[in-house]
């Protein structure tokens, strides 16, 4: 594994930082979350998607024979780095990078021919519908049915923690079709129209004010038997390969780190605070962790090149990294002291807010895409090879 960028990345990672200096509105790390979901900066986001689609890049890691680049694991991670440090959006879709997968490797032609087109072009928006009120870090125990009636499945249930609902066209749906067999058995992996009749969707707003969860009510939804991907009660199965891939981004990191050099450019600034030798230290400290984390990426990504599919080793980076995001919040807060808790918007607010608007998301990076627990608990049985309790 190479410490340093090859000539061909560091062409590709300037490249990368020539479109966004020239495209990318504003500051979009300074942001608030609010701001991606709804008004003027959802309607840039939008736009600037189909920017990256026109350029190959939001499917470039895809197989060129589905219409990517064919790009290399560590050109797609130098990628997901240069747009998570800039912040811009649109990098990441569940479109492109959950629901293409698998459809590329468990959907029959038809589909792929159906649904492929609109997510490299970015003229579809998509969502996952995994998690339940009693089943979110033991997905397998979710309880949402679907029930065969001809050419049709019937689907009843509650998904819950759904990004961005309101606006997805489709959705990835994992439902129950076989009650009586063991949990991890029974479930089938759906492609959902979010049109269709009988899905009510209702925003959670969270404690920045932003509605980017949502709760998803399917009542008597009918889904055409052709929307189901691979066999009957094997969708646990393809939705765990999904879960791998979402669990090896080094975007966490990456965001980490742009509010890291940020805040230690505002303790320059302050010389009561750069004559404080514990916050020299703690920003020291954060820094260390930045690069051990990054590492971890990277090692996922250079896993993936070799056609090695990381599991415990994207828990790890996942855990790292989200433990990290909570760990900045602490120490930007604990640096500025009290005005670090003043929300965007006030003229008193150090970084234009963004410390509180990290300090209050952080904690939900450890929940999102598996609990550090569970994550933990991947890294001990398979990782370390110790029994389960």
């Known amino acids: 594994m190479l410490f340093r960028d090859s000539p061909e990345h560091a062409a590709f990672r300037q490249e990368l930082r020539d479109f966004l200096a020239a495209n990318l509105e504003g500051d979009w790390n300074m ?25 190959g890049w939001l499917t470039m890691g895809w197989p060129k024979d589905f219409g990517g680049q064919g790009a290399s694991y560590m050109t797609q991670t130098v990628y997901m780095e240069e747009m998570s440090a800039s912040g811009a959006p649109g990098a990441y879709d569940q479109g492109v990078w959950l629901a293409g997968p698998a459809l590329m490797m468990h959907g ?33 125990a979710l309880q949402t049915r679907a029930v065969r009636d001809g050419d049709e499945y019937i689907v009843n249930g509650q998904k819950i923690w ?38 009510s969707i209702r925003p959670l707003v969270n404690l920045m004010g932003s509605p980017h969860f949502c709760e998803v009510f399917l009542e008597d ?29 080094i975007n966490r990191v990456v965001m980490t780190r742009s509010t890291q050099e940020a805040l230690v450019d505002y303790v320059r600034e302050q010389p009561s605070l750069r004559a404080r030798a514990e916050i020299r230290h703690e920003l020291a400290s954060r820094s260390i962790d930045f690069e051990v984390g990054r590492w971890l990426c990277y090692r996922v990504a250079e896993m993936q090149s070799r056609g090695i599919v990381p599991n415990y080793e994207a828990s790890i980076s996942k855990v790292f990294g989200t433990e990290l995001q909570r760990q900045m919040g602490i120490t930007g ?5 009290m005005a670090g808790q003043i929300e965007p918007g006030s003229p008193y607010a150090p970084l234009k807010g963004r410390l509180e608007r990290w300090a209050l998301a952080a904690p939900s990076y450890t929940i999102a895409g598996g609990t550090s627990e569970v994550n933990r608990n991947i890294i001990a049985t398979r990782g370390l090879g110790l029994p389960r309790a």
């Open 31 to 55: 942001r608030n979350d609010r701001d991606h979901i709804e008004g003027p900066a959802a309607d840039f986001t939008r736009r600037f998607r189909k920017q990256l689609a026109a350029q």
């Open 108 to 140: 029959t032609t038809a589909q792929q021919d159906r649904w492929l087109p609109s997510m490299r072009t970015a003229d579809v928006h998509w969502c996952q519908l995994f998690s339940e009120p009693g089943a979110g870090s033991d997905l397998a």
């Open 162 to 199: 759904t990004s961005g609902a309101q606006g997805a066209d489709w959705g990835i749906l994992l439902a129950r079709t076989d009650a009586d067999a063991p949990k991890h058995r029974g479930i089938s992996y759906f492609m959902l129209d979010m049109r269709s009749p009988g899905i």
């Open 221 to 249: 939804v009918r889904i055409p038997a052709d929307c189901l991907v691979g066999e009957e009660n094997r969708g646990w199965y393809i939705a765990t390969t999904t879960l791998d891939q979402e669990r090896s981004s």
């Open 333 to 337: 807060i604990r640096v500025v002291g």
